[in-house]
C-alpha cells in the first residue's frame, strides 16, 4: 500500500508561532517573523506572559494557479461513461488531534497533569471539525460555507465524512491507495500519554491561575476524489480523503484562562461549487504542475551540550551551518527560481533558573546586528528537561542567504539565567 503522501511526494511546511523581545545590552536588534507575516511584524496570538496559547490550523492550497488535479481517468460501463478525478487540495498544517492531559488550576495548589483517555472517535470528530471549517463551497453569489454543509446537501453524497482510505485506479498507482491516519494519530496519542512530558506539576514555577493542557498535533494532506459525468455537467460523486504526515506529530503545552482552546483555522482553501465543471479532461492537466517543495531530513547540528548566560549573544556559543550539510546548492535553487526557505529547528533544553530564552538566526557569523535574520523567545519551567523542543522560521527570502548560516543562543532575566542545549537538529524547506 502506499500512502496519500508517498504517492503525491510533496512536502509543504509552515512555521507556528513566531515573537520576540529585546535583550539586554541589545535592545532594538530583533526582527520577527510570524504566520505567513513579513519581517518586522510580530505575531503574539501564541504568547501571553510566556505561556502558549492554542495552535490554531493552517490551511495551504496546493495550487494557487487552480485546481490541481493530480490523476484523472474516464470509465466506461453498459455504454455510460464516467470521469474520475484525483485532486490534490492542499495540506492543514497544526491540526489539532486530541488532548494529552489537561487541569484547571486555581493559583494555590500545584497539581500534576492528569492524563486524558483518547478514543478513535474523538480522533475522527476532530479531524472531520477541522478539515470541515478549513475548506469552504462558494455559491453563485460568492458566500462562502464549511464543506460538510455544502456537500451534505446533495443527494449523491449524502452525509459528508472525510475518509482515512480510498481505492485509486487512475495511471498514477494502480495500488490502493491507504491512508491509516486515524489509526497513526491514536497511536501516538497513546505513546505520548504516557511519556515523560506530561509528568510533572503546575504550580510550583509561578504558572497562572487556569486550564493547563498538553495537546497532539500533526500536519494532514487532504484529496477530493471527484466522480462527472462524460461532459462535467453532473456530479457524481465526492469524497474526502486525509493522510497523515508521519513525521509530523509534536505536542504543545498549552493555557487558557477560561477552558477555552481555540484550534480554529485561521484561514481557508476555498472551491466553487460547480467548479468540477470546469475540470480537465481525464488524463489532461489544465494547470502547469508546481515546482516541488525541497523537504531536507534532520541534520544533527551539535549533540554537545553548551550553557547560555546573559552576558549578551555573542559571548554564547554559537552554531555554523552550511547548506551543502542538506544537499543544497542556494545559488542553484535560486536560478530554478525557489524563492524562500523555511527551518525547523529542534533541540533539548535544561532551565537551570527562571529567565528568557533566545534564538537569533544570523546569515553571517559576524558579530554584528546587521546580519540578523530572525528572533525567538520563549519561557518555560525550569529546573527540568525539555526534550524535541519545536523552533519554526517561516518563509524567509532566500536572498538573504549566501552559503551558510549562523545559529546563536540568549538568556535574560533577574538574577541567574542560565539554561542549556543540545542534539540540535535543522530541517529546512525551499519554496518558490
Known amino acids: 500500500m502506499k500512502s ?17 523581545c529585546p535583550e539586554p545590552g541589545n535592545d532594538g536588534l530583533g526582527k520577527n517573523i510570524g504566520q505567513g507575516i513579513e519581517l518586522d511584524d510580530i505575531d503574539i496570538n501564541d504568547i501571553s ?13 496546493k495550487s494557487t494557479l487552480g485546481t490541481y488535479v493530480y490523476d484523472s481517468y474516464a470509465e466506461t460501463k453498459a455504454g ?43 480522533i475522527s470528530n476532530n479531524i472531520k471539525e477541522t478539515i470541515s471549517t478549513s475548506i469552504k463551497i462558494t455559491d ?21 465524512f472525510p475518509k482515512a482510505s480510498y481505492a485509486w485506479e487512475g495511471q498514477k498507482t494502480k495500488e490502493n491507495i491507504k491512508s491509516d491516519s486515524i489509526e497513526k494519530s491514536l497511536t501516538e496519542a497513546e505513546k505520548q500519554s504516557k511519556s515523560e512530558t506530561v509528568s510533572y506539576t503546575i504550580g510550583s514555577n509561578g504558572e497562572p491561575a487556569g486550564w493547563h493542557r498538553v495537546a497532539l498535533y500533526a500536519d494532514f494532506d487532504v484529496y477530493f476524489i471527484v466522480k ?52 480537465p479532461d481525464p488524463g489532461v492537466t489544465d494547470i ?72 537569533f538566526i544570523y546569515n553571517s557569523p559576524t558579530e554584528s546586528a546587521n546580519y540578523l535574520i530572525a528572533t525567538h523567545t ?21 536572498d538573504k542567504f ?11 532575566g533577574d538574577g541567574w539565567d542560565d539554561w542549556r542545549n543540545k542534539n540540535i537538529r535543522v530541517q529546512l524547506l525551499i519554496k518558490t
Not at 529547528?345 to 532551565?351: A, E, S
Request: with cysteine.
Open 228 to 279: 462527472t459525468s462524460a461532459d462535467k455537467k453532473e456530479l457524481l460523486g465526492w469524497e474526502t480523503v486525509f493522510s497523515v504526515r508521519e513525521d509530523s506529530f509534536y505536542l504543545s503545552q498549552e493555557f487558557s484562562p477560561d477552558g477555552i482552546f481555540d484550534t480554529s483555522p485561521l484561514n481557508d482553501i476555498t472551491f466553487a461549487e460547480d467548479f468540477y465543471k470546469y475540470l
Open 140 to 160: 453563485v453569489n460568492k458566500h462562502k460555507v464549511d464543506i460538510s454543509a455544502s456537500l451534505e446537501g446533495i443527494p449523491v453524497i449524502g452525509k459528508w
Open 402 to 412: 549566501l552559503n551558510e548560516f549562523v545559529i546563536r543562543y540568549g538568556a535574560s
Open 288 to 359: 502547469t504542475p508546481p515546482i516541488p517543495d525541497i523537504l531536507t531530513s534532520f541534520i544533527t547540528i551539535r549533540s554537545g551540550e553548551k550553557t547560555i548566560t546573559d552576558s549578551g549573544r555573542f559571548n554564547q556559543p554559537f552554531d555554523t551551518v552550511s547548506f551543502k550539510r542538506f544537499g543544497i546548492n542556494l545559488s542553484e535553487l535560486k536560478t530554478l527560481g525557489y524563492k524562500t526557505v523555511s527551518f525547523t529547528i529542534l533541540m533539548d533544553y535544561y532551565k537551570d533558573y527562571s529567565g528568557t530564552q533566545y534564538l
Open 80 to 122: 455510460v461513461t464516467t470521469n474520475f478525478y484525483f485532486i490534490d487540495v492542499g495540506v492543514i498544517r497544526h491540526m489539532y488531534i486530541s488532548t494529552i492531559s489537561n487541569i484547571r488550576y486555581n493559583g494555590m495548589t500545584p497539581l500534576s497533569y492528569s492524563r486524558t483517555s483518547t478514543t478513535e472517535t474523538s
Open 4 to 20: 496519500l503522501r508517498n504517492v503525491c511526494g510533496i512536502f509543504i511546511l509552515i512555521t507556528v508561532f513566531i515573537t520576540s
Open 49 to 61: 506572559s510566556g505561556l502558549n496559547m492554542a495552535v490554531r490550523a493552517q490551511p495551504l492550497p
Open 378 to 398: 520563549w519561557s518555560w519551567t525550569a529546573h527540568k528537561w525539555h526534550y524535541n523542543t519545536r523552533i519554526e522560521f517561516n518563509n524567509i527570502s532566500i
